[in-house]
Structures are given as C-alpha cells and as structure tokens.
C-alpha cells in the first residue's frame, strides 16, 4: 500500500480542511443527475452550510450547477477538432509513429512524416536514394518518453474497427501557425526543431513565417553538455527554446536552450499573447478567480480567463484554494471555437522542458473489486477511488460492455464496482480503468503477458497471403505465418478457417517493444504434452521434444522451437538409414520429434537427432547389446531384396541377407502407375532391389519399393498404434481396395481407414474406380479417429491433403517419373540385344536420319533405316507436320520418346524441332510451348522460341489422377511453361512446370483427328424403320409420304413401312445458289420417286443390289425430274471400295454445287455434302476475302443452302473434298488470299498458315505501308490477316500484308514504299527502314527484306561517343530511322546511308541530353577517309552478306547437309568457309622456301611475308564458317568437316602437312623436325606426287570414263589403291543413295587396302568414316570408330580431327568433353591449348579462353609461353576483345622486344583489324629497334608495301627516306 501512496498522493488519512469537505460533497451531489430526491439534498445541505434556503434559491442554484457543469466538461475525443493546440506527452516511440498521451486519459499519434519540414525532406532523400543516410536519425534517437510537446490536432478519423482515432501534428509550421513574425518579443517560449547544421551554429524551424531563427553553437553547447554529453544537435531534433533577441521586425530570431533560462520563463503582458495565438505549454502567473465544486476558474495575463478541471489541480492543496489566490498555471490546450482556455496547475508542469518522470503504474492489469465511484462525468467517464485514497479515471466506452446496456444509475458516488486497471495517463498522473468484462476475464491484457510456449485462445481476424491474423486479447493481435496454418503447408487456408473462428494457437515468439506476436496452429506444436525449449538453457541433452523443420540443407536440418531457438540435425542424425538428399524426405514446416544431443548455450548452439531410441529393441540393438531377433524381417523396416522369379502378379524375392522369400506386387514397385508394369517387364531374376519397405511381416512377407512410403518411414512419419493418430494427421499410405462406397487405405505400419466417397476428391464422384487403382500411393488426412472400434475416416481431397507449393510438388514427382525410367534404361542397356541396347541409348530431342517405310491409313507414318534394323519409329499424322510423304523417302525427325514396353520410338518431323535453336534460356522464366507428346503422368512439348523439348508433370499431387476430358491436354495445344532447370539432362529434357490452365491455348493449325469421319451422325428417323425388309430394287418407282426434313435430306415413309431417304442434290435438277431444296418439299406430301441406291444402316455406306444386306437397307430416292423420266435414272456408283476412289471422279478447279450440313466451329470449316455418298469440306479461310463473313461465319452461310464451290483437291484423309467459295486456291505469286498468324517473330515479321499444311511469311516491310516503331504489335496467333503472295520460290511462301497489295483498288497512300533489290533505290532519296546491327565499322540498316546498307559512324550521329557501346544503347535491333542514300554501288551491291540531322532533316539519333562533344567537320571527313581506307575486307565481308541473303535457299540446301545453323548470324555471315586446296599449299610452301631460315634471327623462327592470305589464316581459327559455292570447296582437307557431294574435277591428292600461315612459330615444328629430307628427296617425291596426279586425272577426267556405277569405282580403285580421293568419291557415290553400310564397308575396305606408308591417305578416310558416323550414325558407333582411329593414327591428329567435326555440326557439348580429354592426354602440345582457345571464343566464351590460357602456361614448358601468347593474342583479335589482344601483344614484346615473329603477327592484326594511325605508330616503332639488318629490311619492306597500298606518295617517300637513314647510319657505325 506504501507504493500505493507514493503512486497516487492524493487524498489519505489527514483530518479534511472545511472548504475541501464542502467541495467533495457537493462533487458527490451533482454527479448523481438528479437521481436523489429534493429532500435529501437540501437536508444535507442544511447540515453542512447552515441556514436553509427557499425553493426559488434552490431551482437557481441547481441551474447555475448545470452551467458550472457543463463549463468543466471532461474533454473527450468528440470535442477534440482540427486546428486545436494542445499539449502531450510521449508515451511510446517507434521508428514511424510516436504514441502521445493527451489531457483527460486521451491517446493521439504523431507520423514520421508530422515532425517537420526538414525531418521530411531527409526522409524522401533517403526514398529515392533507397539507402540509408547518414545524417538523418531514427525517431527513437530525436523523442523519448516524458517529452512534453505542444501538437496540433491534425484529423480525427475513425479506423476500420470503427474506433476513433486522433492524429496530431508537431511540425512548428502548424503549432507556431498563428503567430506572425512581428509578434515575436524577447523571453517569449517557443518550440521548434532543428533545420540544419551550419558553421556557427543551427538554423531552427520555429514555423513562423517570413522567419529566420538561429541557435547560436555556443548557446547549443551549454545544453547538449548536461543532456547528450556534448553531442551535436540533429535535423528534427525537438527544442524547447527562448527567444533572446530580435532583429528586423522579427525577421531574424536568436534563442537560447539553456536550462535555466527555459525551465524560468512566464509568459508575460509584455510579449503581447492574444486568445489567438496564446499557445499550450507557456507557464502563466493567474489569480483563482472562482472556486467550484468542478475546478477552478482563474484569471491570467490580465484579460484571460482559464479553467482548472479538477485532475489538473495540485494534488496536496486539493481543497484548499480561495479566491483571489496568486497561482502559476500552464496552458493545456486553447479550443480554437469556443476560446476556451483549459490550464493545470500540476507542478511537473511548471518547470518547461523538464520530462514526466512517471510514465507507468505498477499494478497495470490488476483486477480490483468493490472499487467504489467518486464522481461521474456525462459521456465522459467516471472516477474512482483507490483502496490507498488516490483517484483512477474510467472513459465512458469502458464503463460497460456496450452503449445500448448502459446505466447512468448505477455509478451513484459510493456505488461499487469490479474494475481492471488497463493503463496509465501521464499526463493526469491517473490510473485509467475498464469494466468490460471481455477486459476483466482477458486472459492477456497486453504484450508483456504472452509468453512463448504458452497455449492462448483467439479468434480469427482475417485471411492474408502472409498468414492469418488472430486477436488474442483487446490490444493484442498475433500473425500465424502461411507455414504454421496446419502441420502440413495449407494451399487454400480459407476453406479450414474462417473469419470469426475461435482457434488454439501456441505462441512462438514476442517482441512486446515493437507489439509483434507469432503464433502456431500446427495441432501436434499445439497439444504437445512434451517440455517446450523456449531457451537454449532449456535443452538438456537426452531431452525430447516437438519443433518444425525450418530450412533442409545439404547437410541436414535446421529445427527450430520457441523464442527463435534452432538447432541442426546433422545428415547422419536423420534416419537410421543413410539419406543422401535431405530434400526429398523433408521439407520445411514438416513437425517433427527430436531429441537433444548437445547444447552450448553461451554460443547458442544445439545439436538434435530424429533417432529416437525409445524402441527398446532399437535401442538394444544400438547399444550393441541384442541378441539374435525373434523375426528376421519386421514391419517398418528397409531391407535389399534379390529378384528370384517373375509371377503374374509381381515378383518372388529373396530378402538379403538371410534368402527369406518375400513377395513385392507390381503396383508395390513406383508411386506411378505406369512405371510399375515397366519395371516388372525390365527387371528379371538375378536383379538386386535396395531400401525395400516390410509391409507384412505374418505368413508371406510382402514388400513395397514406393520411395513416397520409404521416405514417410524413414522420417518417422507411420504412426504405430490408433492411440498416435489424432485428426488433421497427413499421412503417407497406398490403396488397399477400392468398393462402391469409397476407398480403404492401408498405410506402412499395417493400420487402415476408409475414404468415403464424398471424401475421395474435390470433383463429384461417379465411379470410385474412375479415380484410383489399387496398389496407387496416395496421401490421406485424418478426419476422424474411433480408437474403440480401432476404425478411422480419411480425406484423400486435394484440398485437404496439400503437401506444399504446387510447382516443387509436382517438379518433385516429374523428377521422381523420370529418374525412374532413367533406372528403367539402365536395365534395359544391360541386355544383349543390339535393339534394346539401342533403344536405351535413345533420349527425346536426338535427331535421326530415317527412311518411310510405309504411310498408314490413319495419316501416321512408320519409318525403317534406324540405327539398328528391327526398331520401330513412328510419327503421328500430327508429327507429320502436313509433309507430304512417300515409301522410301528419306527424312530428318527428332526424338519425342521411347515406349520401353511396346519397344517403338516416336519421333516428328516437324521442322521447328528439327532445326531447333540454341538460346541461353532463364531459370524460373514462363515460356510459352507446344504439347507435342504425352504420356499417363508427364507430358513432353517444345518451347515456340527455340523448340527445345521439356517435360512437365501432368499431375500435381499423388492424389490428383482424375481429370475431365476438358481439363486434359492434347497434342498441338498450347501451354505456359515455367523452366526449373536451363539445360535437358541425361533424359534430354528440360525440367519444367506448367503454368496455370487459364494460359493455355487451343491446338493452332488444327490437324483433323485420326479418325476418317468422326462427325457422322445418324438421323433417328432412319434408323427406325431399318427393321423391315424390302423388295425393293434400283430403278423402281415408288409412292411415301414425307415424314420430316433436315438439313441436307428428306425422310419418306414408303408403302409397307419402310423409310426412305431424298438428298438434297436429288431434289432439282437445276439448283439455284442461295436455296434450300428442302424447304420444297413439305411434311405430309406424297411423292413419286426413283430408288437409286440402298444404304447400310450400320456402315453408313451404299450396297450393291447383289449385297445379301441390301434387302434391310435404306432406300435412297430421287425425285428429279429428270430421274423420273422413263429409263432416264442413273444408278449410284455403288461397286468403289472406299470412298477416295468416289472423288476421284472430280478434278481440281471444277465447280460443284454443294449443300451446307453444318459449321464446325471446332474445326473452323463449313461441312457439305455434294451427293449422298460424296462429302466437301469448306475451310473458313477459302469461305470469303472478307472479314466481317469470317468473324461470324454463320450469319452468312444458312444451314440446307445450296454453294457454289470449287474443288481444291482431295482432303488429306482422302474422305472428302475439298472446297472452295473463293475460286481456286494455288497461292501464286500475285494471288490474295486469307491466313492465319501462327507465330510472330520480334524484328522479323510472322509466319502464316493457310489451308492444308501450306506456310508464308511476311517481314516486317511488308506488314503495313507505313513503317511504325512497334510494327508487329497488332498481330497475335490465330489473328486472321489477308496477304499478297509474292513469291513461291521454296517451301514457304514470301507473302505481303500491305494494303497497296491485297487491296489495290483502294489505292492507298504508300508512305514507305517498298525495296527488294538495290535498283529500287536511288542516290539522295530519304527512306525509312529498321537497325539491323551495329558493327564494329558502321550501323547496318535493312530498308528492305534483302536490302541492307551501311551507314559508317561519322555518318550516323553529329556527336562523338567516346564509347561505342553508346550506339548499341541508342540505336537497338529494330529501331525505327530515315536515313539518306548516299551512295550506291551496284556491282558490289554496296548501299551508304547517314542519319545525320542535315541529310534526313530529322532529330539526330543520340539525344543532345547525354551531353557528348559534337563531331567537327574536318574530323568527319578525317574519320570517313580512315574508315574508307581500312581495308577492302569490310566491303568484301558486306558484299558476301548480299549475296547470302539472296541465295538463301542455296545456303540453307548446304546448311541441312553439313547440319549448320539454318540462317547464321550476321556476323558471322561475311568469313568465309573456304580451306585451302592443294596449290594454295603449294604456293605457301615456295614462299615459305623463299624467304629461307634466318641466319642470325633472334628468334630462330622463320618470317616470310605475305600480302593477299590475310584471310587463309583467317580461316584456321573459325570454328562456325559458312560453306561457299559447291564448286569452290576443295573437301579433301580434312580439317574443318567433310562434304559427299566433292566433284571429281576439285580433287587432289593430300600432299605432307603444310605449315600453317602464320607468322609465329608454328605449331606442327616438333612434327616437322621428324620428317626432314634434303633437297634430292623432296624434289624426288615432288615429281613423284605430280606424276601420281596427273595419271589419275588422265583417268578420271577423260569424258569416255565417267564412274557411273560401283563397278566403275571398283575399276578405278584397283588402279589407285592408295588414292584417299578415290575412296572417299566411291563413299560419297553409295551415300547419294543412303546406303550408308555399304558406304562403311568401302571405308573399311580402303582402309585395308592403302598402303601402311600412305598415313595421311589412311588419316584422310579414317576422318571420313568419323564424319560419316557423325552425321548418320549413333554416338555408339562414333566411338568405337573414334577409338580404333586413335589406334591405328597419330592420336593427337585424330582428336584434333574429330573436335572439329563435333564443332562443324555444332555437337558443342561434345566438342567441350573432348577438349578436356584432350587437355589431359595431350597437356605438352601447344596446339590443343590454341584450338581449344578458338573454340572457347568462336562460342563467345571469352572469360574461359583467358582461363585456359592461363593452364595452358602453367603445363607448357617456358620456351612455349611467347608463341602461344600471341596465338591466343591473335585469337582474341579475330573472336573477342581487340583491346585486350593489343594489350596482351604490347605485354609481350615489352617483355620480349625481339621476337620479330611477334612483331609481324602483331603487324598483320593491326592492318586487319587498327586504324591507319595505329600501324604507322607500329611501324615507326619496330624501325628503330636494333635489329639484325635481315630483320631490319624485311620490316622496312612491309611497311613501304603498307604505304603504297593505303598512303600518299608523300607517305612513300618518307619510309624511303627513313630506310637510307637506317643504311647510312649502319655503314657510318661499321666504318667506325
């Protein structure tokens, strides 16, 4: 009770004063709304103040009490309003609001954003700057609670809840408003914040305006030396301050902060305050002017009148003020309406800018009862009196539990009442109270009382993304994370829980400072009975208790428990079996029971274990000490299991290692249905099966291989016994049986439940077996547990049993489907036979070289000519891709998938999957694909972008195995795909997951389905009266009535019964278009009619007379005219065998009248019927060039109407006949004709499909007639578009959109007219056209589909980048521009642009903003003179990227053969492909013997020079060229690839190796030194290899023997047994004619029959026979050629021969592993480091060619390290970075100044790739090297030879002067 005292001093023992008697009582009077009688009143006042009144006193008195009353109102949120000054005090501070505590027990909230201007401007820089600044400092750092601040009354609003809430302001701007600059008077206090820091001190914002206020530093110091130790003020720090001069009318403020001086100051008469700006906080010296019973009323400032409500009064003098008393008050809060002033004359509030001391009471949430009332305020509140005498104020909403219940009687003074106290008001020093008696009863009133562990009740608030919000108590809320909603992830929370719901939650962790609550539902966290670890000091080793997996890492998992304690369960501690990936088994959130094996609480460290040894067998057994075990084999245990037989129904097996038989069911051998039955197939006796589950131990053992049951055992997740099971479980089982009214479920510890019917799914249930099978695994949930009957129901409803997010489920389950049929492979490749060792091999995405076999009936084609006879290969007629195909035809198709049962491979001849694109692609990216194949759990489709193939599962869960026909994909459909992985695996697919089902798309060019005639329907009416027999027969007369009419025909009932039929056809002889000949006849006519058929009811066919079924067919009759006229019928052709023979009888372009049966809206074309028996098909697309008739076709065509239409052709399931309303369709050049977008190419243009398989396309020039920015952005697949065919030059077409095309009458304006070759340019014409790539000499522009031009950089922009990257940034593929032609030449077909503004008129291409230096007239020209002179390589390169679009069908003939790229990239389309043939080698051979060895070279390497052969060396380095014309090819030198189609005339024999061209050492130096010969003997085989040509020339060229036959070959290779050449021709004769074994058997041949001394012959067939295996043969077969080449050849020729075979056919995977082997085998050789350096940048690697350079000096010996240098500097120059090339050049020869080698290399880089300016500076350098004369005069050769090539005769003469220098002063030295 003493601390009860101190907390409330007021009131206590002491004898009362008589003024203050008076006072209380009368406070208990009035408080009671006159509820007590007149009598009572006046007696007491009779005994208390004397003399009695009279009545009229009395009525006036208690009037005046109501006034009084009402004056000393409580203030309250309702009579709070916007604009009100008041002051507060700091109760709570947080990073973004600070919490206030107002006057009367009232709440307010200050934003971050309220403080001031300044505080506001730092907050937004650090916005923007999105990091943190440092000057700017966090709201706890500036405000702590006890602060008293004057705020500004913002808004008052109500919140969600509806309560109300007040928002305050304390930005000097609003509070110090009202005050005007010439206001301001010395000694006047004021708050403000600081503003910023300068030199002599702060500039304060005191919010007065036209103001400026400043702190002197000085004045600062005093004060920050007592409060912050001398630290510095902060921006938006707050100040209590005193103004101590003013100067210029107010216009500049100096204050002061000391404490002195702030703590003394009184507002005073001299400081001018009026009611409108007299502000809260100023302490003022008043006189009481009247005292009542509410407070006091007291004068101030001579002219003011406040009022002193009677909690502001000092609590020691409570009673005994008096009038005319001198008080010191301080403003509490002035109403801006009413003026009036409310004060307090509490001490703590006398002394400015000193703190509340007492923020809190120590009794907060104490429950008191019997508290009784001391006063009650009208709809503000009531007091109450404390057991220790002080008072505690109660608000008006917390006196009862709601408005509507409450009682102004029952709070008479002296009525008592149960209360809590719930707060505390620092401002009234008050207690404040409640009496609802939800806050009574609450179990937590605030943060503080949760504890983590504890168990709380709440109710559900709402459902979010980031979990579920729970009100626990009043003011405590706490969030359940998505992961703690159940013991298993919950997919749609929403459905469990519900908004109002009372739950059980336990509390995982609470921050009370900053009001943060998490919580759990997951039921076994929840109800756990085991010690909860809420600190490490809590974790005793050997202690078991419940937490919930947080993270699964490679190395086990991370456990986490209550107050953010965690510990790892290390791999090892995971299962008593090993686990190798965690992931599979676990996953976060997954509840689980551990035990703790160590903890080091001081590094809070823990280390758990999931072994629990509370098995006492488990633990004997651990332990080391148990005997031998009653049973071999128990439940729940992993066993390996060796296959013994195969029976019916699975496998007989011997459980290892003590051979007890055991039995494992099919279904019992995957978690995927289908993958059971083909492991059974695969697996055969001798096999060995490991980590098998014991499902049954008693009699026979049964075993089970579901990895989903051995994880869920493995991590304790098979409940034993009914008494572990409790609802809301997930458990882990397999179907057990499957009955009418629902499926039992076993699960692996033998116990079982029922999932009822209604449980089994969330679709309706019509057949439990439509659902699942027995055997399936499934996960099922607890619903309900009857341990007394031992019974228990399960949910197998996805939305009950989610395992997790749906996309890592059902990646999870593809992954596990796949690994499985990997293991599947690998059974199969260990089987004998060829076939199936084939068939393993085999993965989706390989491409095969295959020949038709044979076209079945329903549009499928099967092929032969696999890689080994007997294997099946089909397309479907979807795979067909609309090919026309015939036996024998030999075709390209990729792999889709492998049936390991049926043993047939699928495969597709599409040619986007062919020709498929390699393009970087992203993980976690949505891709759109197309459905290509699909299995019974996954699904294989290929991306639109690049056709590469991936997989995704079509299921998502275990349980998710029904689907309705419309939720089922199909071939051709059109999917999103997310990617889980960039690159396929070993199965050769990517890994995906497909996107939601709203994303996918109907099939787009719809193939028509397998069946001929899926549509045919039957009329009821026919099929009635089909019973009866007939007599009838061809030609007879006969009388019916009709009975109804359809579409397309007449139902007749003929004499005896028997119903007959009239076609439409068969009705007029002459129809007009546009009717219905139906619509002639009329229900209940009779009419005559001619038999002219008889059709079979069931076969829907015509049947001879002489058919014995004839006599029950139905009639078909006639009613023409000219039918009925005597002998004047003709019988229909009813002897065809199918009906394609029936339309044959119509040709192509004939016309044909036809009777509409329907729109197939599905299949998008019109359904006719010419004859009875003879059926068309309108494609929409051929029904009108209109678009309106093709967006609602049916409004058009009426059902019954008779057509006009023309013949197409067959269709191509030879059934019906094609049509036509829109005349003949060909699609010749000039032709309009409708299409259907199919797919759009960003910068290209889009592909159209037309009727029957037919494709165009049309670029972006021909999209419109007027060019745009975004040409492309109008058309989406299926958009119809009509185009212009402008060639049919190939396969597909070249179409035009342009409405100048297909609409010429319209005669359109043409703004962008259109360019197909250079002559429909001229010179000074301004066109528009799109960037097509920026290079490194210039822009280059497309103003056409083949015309490109070359706008050089002086010419493209009037600034100078410095950096090129700038014209990248600016001008990207496909930017819009005009550009001027500047010139043209048309022998090189070489177009000059320039974009500049002065030529095109338009805005110069790089914005003015970026701030580049203009480019000056003299350096234009300069710079174009340079660009023009760098060589005639660029124009040579742009010449031949004319020419390659031109004959583009040419290049992509040559690219299918050798398997390049279909269009190669632009720049790599200008090198050329071409190696050197016999004579260039001979000729760089003389060169090489002219310029001889050097007698005194540094070096003591060779240096010739040469002119023209830039580009020979070019060649060596290339790994992707394009192949030139056939004839130009010389295709024996076998380096970089291999061609069949070598003309005889380009043949010659190989002669030694050459040296590469180059100018360093070369590389084949070590071969050479092993062959040298002297001079008599090179010349002697010289002669020799002359001789040897000229005679097979003789014989091949002579017109009289032409090799015709394999005869002819055998002839001439029994006259030149050792000639390659031959050989190879002979190879390439068979090959023509895809006879590839006997092509491998004449490679065999030549290579027994060369000579062994020939070895580069034998090399050059040995290379062949790799190519041929290459390109034709399997990677099996590759290898073993491969490896017996290696044997029987130098190895490292052999493998340089085959990396480059692997690169030419861009096998780049393969070429990358064979490098490496290279790279360890052949580590001395620098060769292989310098080709694999080419490879590694021609892929533009170019990080990894710098690594392998760095290995490849590490492993060369030192006398290596220059020459490979500067291979790779060159390399680096040619494929990748200039910069760096020259970089690595100038490092070398600092090093090394006179390697003349390098010098020339580095000469010839810089002609080919520098500047002029760059090789003269080379030049000049390398002239004045001090150099052996022969050195000295080769250098001063080339570079004369440079300078009369590209400079002046100035420049000429100048190096002529420096060389006679050199001379002269080399003779002057030797004279000396």
Known sequence: MATLEESFPRGGTRKAHKSEKAFQQSVEQDNLFDITTEEESTKRKKSQKGPAKTKKLKIEKRENIKLVKEKFEILTVETLCEGMRILGCVKEVS????????????????????????????????????????????LPELFSPGMLVRCVVSSVGITEKGKKSVKLSLNPRNVNGVLSAEALKPGMLLTGTVSSLEDHGYLVDIGVSGNRAFLPLQKAQEDTRQKNKGAKLKVGQYLNCVVEEVKSSGGVVSLSVGHSEVSTAIATEEQNWTLNNLLPGLVVKGQVQKVTPFGLTVNFLSYFTGLVDFMH????????????????????????????????????????????????????????????????????????????????????????????????????????????????????????LSLRTSIIEAQYLSYHDTKPGAVVKGTVLTIKPYGMLVKVGEQIRGLVPPMHLADILMKNPEKKYSVG???????????????????????????????????????????????????????????KFYNDVQGLVPKHELSAEYIPAPETVFYPGQVMKVVVLNCEPAKERMLLSFKLLSDPEAKKEREGGSQKKRRAVHVGQLVDVKVVEKTEDGLEVAVLPHSIPGFLPIPHLSDHVPNGPLLYHWLQAGDTLHRVLCLQSEGRVLLCRKPALVSAVEGGQDPKSFSEIHPGMLLMGFVKSIKDYGVFVQFPSGLSGLAPKAAMSDKFVTSTSDHFVEGQTVVAKVTNVDEEKQRMLLSLRLSDCTLGDVATTSLLLLSQCLEELQGVRSLMSNRDSVLIQTLAEMTPGMILDLEVQEVLEDG??????????????????????????????????????????????????????VNRKHKKLKKGSEYQATVQHLEESFAIASLVETSQLAAFSLTSHLNDTFHFDSEKLQVGQGVSLALKATQPGVTGLILAVEGPAAKRTMRQTRKESETVDEDEESDPALVVGTVKKHTLSIGDMVTGTVKSIKATHVVVTLEDGVIGCIHASNILDDVPVGTSPTSKLKVGKTVTARVIGGRDVKTYKFLPISH????????????????????????????????????KQYQAGQTVTCFLKRYNVVKKWLEVEIAPDIRGRIPLLLTSLSFKVLKHPDKKFRIGQALNATVVGPDSCKAFLCLSLIGPHKLEKGEVAMGRVVKVTPNEGLTVSFPFGKFGRASIFHVSDSYSETPLEDFVPQKIVRCCVLSTAGHVLTLSLRSSRTNPETKSKIEDPEINSIQDIEEGQLLRGYVKAVEPHGVLFSLGPSVVGLARYSHVSQYSPSKKALYSRYLPEGKLLTAKILSLNHKRSLVRLSFLPSDTGKPDVLPASIGLPLLEQEERETET?????????????????????????????????????????????????????????????????????SEEDDSGVEVYYREGEEEIEEMTVLPK????????????????????????????????????????????????????????????????????????????????????????????????????ILWLQYMAFHLQATEIEKARAVAERALKTISFREEQEKLNVWVALLNLENMYGSQESLTKVFERAVQYNEPLKVFLHLADIYTKSEKFQEAGELYNRMLKRFRQEKAVWIKYGSFLLGRGQASASHRVLQRALECLPQKEHVDVIARFAQLDFQLGDKERAKAIFENTLSTYPKRTDVWSVYIDMTIKHGTQKEVRDIFERVIHLSLAPKRMKFFFKRYLDYEKQHGTEKDVQAVKAKALEYVEAKSSVLED
């Open 95 to 138: 990073d973004l609001e600070l919490v206030i505590s107002l006057p009367n027990g009232l709440k307010g909230f200050v934003q971050v954003t309220e403080i001031c201007d300044a505080y506001t401007k730092k907050l937004n820089e650090q916005v923007a700057q999105e990091e943190p600044l440092k000057d700017l400092v966090r």
């Open 313 to 432: 009064l000092e609590p020691k003098k409570t009673g005994t003020y008096f009038s005319n008393q001198a008080v010191r008050a301080c403003i509490l809060f002035i109403h801006p309406r009413t003026r009036a002033v409310r004060l307090s004359l509490r001490p703590v509030f006398l002394q400015p800018g000193r703190p509340l001391t007492r923020l809190s009471c120590q009794h907060l949430g104490a429950v008191l009862d019997d508290l009784p009332v001391h006063g009650f305020f009208n709809k503000a509140g009531a007091t109450f009196k404390l057991k220790d005498g002080a008072l505690a104020y109660a608000r008006f909403s917390h006196l009862s539990n709601s408005k509507n219940v409450f009682k102004p009687e029952i709070f008479k003074p002296g009525n008592t009442h149960k209360c809590r106290i719930i707060d505390y008001s620092p401002m009234d020093e008050l207690a404040l």
């Open 501 to 559: 719901d009372e739950v059980k939650c336990r509390v995982l962790v609470c921050d009370p400072e900053a009001k943060k609550l998490m919580m759990t539902l997951k039921k076994t966290l929840v109800e756990s009975r085991l010690p909860a670890i809420t600190c490490y000091a809590d974790a005793k080793p050997g202690l078991q208790t419940h937490g919930f997996i947080l993270r699964v890492k490679d190395c086990g998992c991370i456990v």
């Open 860 to 913: 499928s084609v099967v092929f032969g000519g696999g890689p080994v006879p007997g294997l099946v290969l089909r397309a479907s007629r979807y795979h067909r891709a609309g090919q026309e195909v015939e036996s024998g035809q030999k075709k390209k198709a990729v792999v889709l998938n492998v049936d390991m049962l049926k043993l047939e491979v699928h495969v597709s001849l599409c040619q986007d999957l």
């Open 1108 to 1143: 014995p079924r004839f006599i029950r067919t139905i009639p078909e009759l006639s009613v023409r005219p000219s039918e009925l006229e005597k002998d004047g019928h003709t019988a229909l052709n009813t002897h065809s065998v199918s009906p394609s023979e029936k339309i």
């Open 1425 to 1493: 003179e340079r660009e023009d002179q760098k060589g005639n390589e660029v124009k040579k390169n742009q010449k031949r990227k004319e020419k390659n679009q031109k004959g583009q069908e040419e290049v992509k003939r040559l690219s299918e053969e050798k398997s390049e790229p279909r269009q190669p990239q632009v720049k790599k389309q200008g090198k050329r492909g071409r190696l050197e043939s016999g004579s260039e080698q001979e000729r760089v051979k003389k060169k090489q013997k002219k310029a001889g060895p």
């Open 1521 to 1620: 060229e394009k192949p030139a014309k056939l004839t130009e090819v010389p295709r024996l030198q076998l380096s970089s690839g291999f061609m069949w189609d070598v003309g005889l005339d380009s043949l010659t024999p190989a002669l030694p190796p050459r040296r590469e061209s180059s100018d360093s050492e070369e590389d084949e130096k070590p071969h050479e030194a092993t062959k040298k010969k002297n001079k008599k003997e090179k010349a002697l085989e010289k002669q020799k290899a002359e001789k040897e040509l000229s005679r097979i020339e003789e014989a091949l060229m002579d017109p009289r023997r032409q090799p015709e036959s394999a005869d002819d070959f055998d002839r001439l290779v029994l006259s030149s047994p050792n000639s390659s």
